[in-house]
């Protein structure tokens, strides 16, 4: 199996400059919420200038999951039930997927594949809390946009990409391995092109390009830090696997690596049991994150 036709590294890189730009309120809001002597005032007019967004925020405040008391109707108010963070968040997954939406029908499903991510989101975060990671929402981000070669892919190279997840399916291979073995572009790659372009902070950079590798040696010289915020999300993709939330195009469930649990500090049998009941129950926020960006 082989795709007909095989894109260049020169087309590839042509086709990927061509895909859309994230919006400027992605940085401008990144920037506020990183800045300690931020308000909520400040946050809420710049969230104001995008009426979408700030309905997606008002959903999501007023979500089942979050059962706020009485409802919630001002952004303000919003904003102050939900947290910086987790406005973030939701204006950051819901302008990837945008910016990544394929129009029309489609041979692979989107839906599924933004679940998968979103479920290595919650999964990374929650990871990070337990090993007491500094900066937890670091790791939510990373773990969204992980697999967003896939997408770029699917986007600049459908039939290659088609014919990888099928190769992975069919022979119960992850999906660099078929891409390994079909000669197409790997998607950590194509990803982290595209990191490059949209100007992802470093530690986003690393964990997209290399969350394959259970090898630190292999991942050309990272720090300590980004070493592990790779590891995280890199577990992070294995436990959503095994949870079989979502679908990124393949079916097989490696085992959580026992080195990687160990840089982590996480007990393989206790400190792994109590993050997959942890991971079980953040899911719902996945669920209902996922809901409110579809509409």
């Given at each position: ?13 042509e ?87 394929v ?5 692979f ?22 090993i ?45 391995d ?13 990803g ?96 209902e ?7």
């Amino acid at each position: 199996m082989s795709a007909a036709v095989k894109l260049t590294q020169e087309q590839l890189v042509e086709k990927l400059d061509q895909l859309p730009t994230l919006p400027a309120i992605i940085y401008e809001l990144s920037q506020l919420i990183n800045d300690p002597m931020s308000s909520t005032a400040e946050v809420e007019k710049l969230m104001s200038n995008d009426q979408s967004l700030t309905t997606k925020v008002l959903k999501l405040a007023n979500s089942a999951y979050y059962a706020i008391p009485g409802g919630v109707s001002s952004l303000s108010r919003a904003i102050g039930y939900l947290g910086f963070d987790t406005v973030n968040q939701l204006v950051l997954s819901a302008s990837i997927i945008q910016a990544l939406e394929v129009k029309g029908p489609t041979k692979f499903d989107m839906n599924e594949f933004w679940k998968h991510c979103l479920g290595v989101a919650f999964a990374a975060e929650t990871i990070a809390k337990d090993i007491n990671y500094p900066i937890t929402a670091d790791m939510f981000t990373a773990g969204l946009v992980h697999d967003m070669g896939k997408i770029a892919l699917y986007t600049v190279d459908q039939e290659g990409f088609l014919a990888t997840t099928q190769c992975a399916m069919e022979k119960n291979m992850n999906s660099i391995d078929a891409e390994l073995e079909l000669g197409t572009f790997k998607h950590t790659d194509v990803g982290h092109l595209l990191s490059l372009k949209w100007k992802f902070p470093t530690k986003m950079q690393a964990v997209i390009k290399n969350h394959h590798k259970t090898n630190p040696a292999q991942r050309g010289g990272l720090s300590a830090d980004l070493n592990q915020a790779v590891d995280i999300v890199l577990l992070a993709n294995i436990l959503i696997h095994a949870l079989k939330f979502g679908h990124s195009g393949h079916s097989k469930v490696p085992g959580a690596p026992k080195d990687v649990m160990e840089r982590l500090t996480i007990d393989p049998k206790e400190g792994f049991k109590r993050i997959v009941v942890a991971t079980k129950k953040s899911l719902d926020g996945a669920e209902e994150f996922l809901r409110v960006i579809g509409n």
